[in-house]
């Protein structure tokens, strides 16, 4: 079941991500403690960047793997402070992949 908190954040992650040119096509869901953003085209899903909370109001953030797997950051700190970070300094990991012509 998620956690009150995490559910209660995407509408602000969404906003934050809304008022960046070229991010429209991300969505979010939530499981448990964790907030995951993702994008689909015609292959399927494509996993971006995961936030978990991890106490009150701090927040980590994970990168996927090309393994399936999810990648530690040494960043913590608020969900607004984290999704600014992630799009000002790893903005290429939110960008839309091109589809085949």
Same mark, same amino acid.
């Given at each position: 079941?998620?956690?009150?908190? !995490? !559910?209660?954040? &995407? /509408?602000?992650?969404? #906003? =934050?991500? *809304?008022?960046? @040119? *070229? $991010?429209? +096509?991300?969505?979010?869901?939530? #499981?448990?403690?964790?907030?995951?953003?993702?994008? @689909?085209?015609? +292959?399927? @899903?494509?996993? +971006? !960047?995961?936030? =978990? #909370?991890? #106490?009150?109001?701090? %927040?980590?953030?994970?990168?996927?793997? +090309?393994? *399936?797997? %999810?990648?530690?950051?040494?960043?913590? *700190?608020?969900?607004?402070?984290?999704?600014?970070? &992630?799009?000002?300094?790893?903005? %290429?990991? $939110? /960008? /839309?992949?091109?589809? /085949?012509?």
């Amino acid at each position: 079941m998620p956690d009150d908190i !995490v !559910v209660a954040s &995407v /509408a602000r992650v969404e #906003r =934050k991500f *809304g008022e960046h @040119e *070229g $991010l429209g +096509h991300l969505k979010t869901r939530t #499981r448990g403690k964790t907030l995951t953003v993702y994008s @689909e085209d015609e +292959h399927g @899903e494509l996993l +971006h !960047v995961r936030f =978990k #909370r991890v #106490r009150n109001s701090t %927040w980590t953030v994970d990168f996927p793997t +090309h393994r *399936g797997t %999810w990648e530690r950051t040494p960043f913590e *700190g608020t969900i607004d402070d984290l999704v600014r970070q &992630v799009i000002e300094q790893f903005g %290429w990991t $939110l /960008a /839309a992949q091109p589809t /085949a012509s």
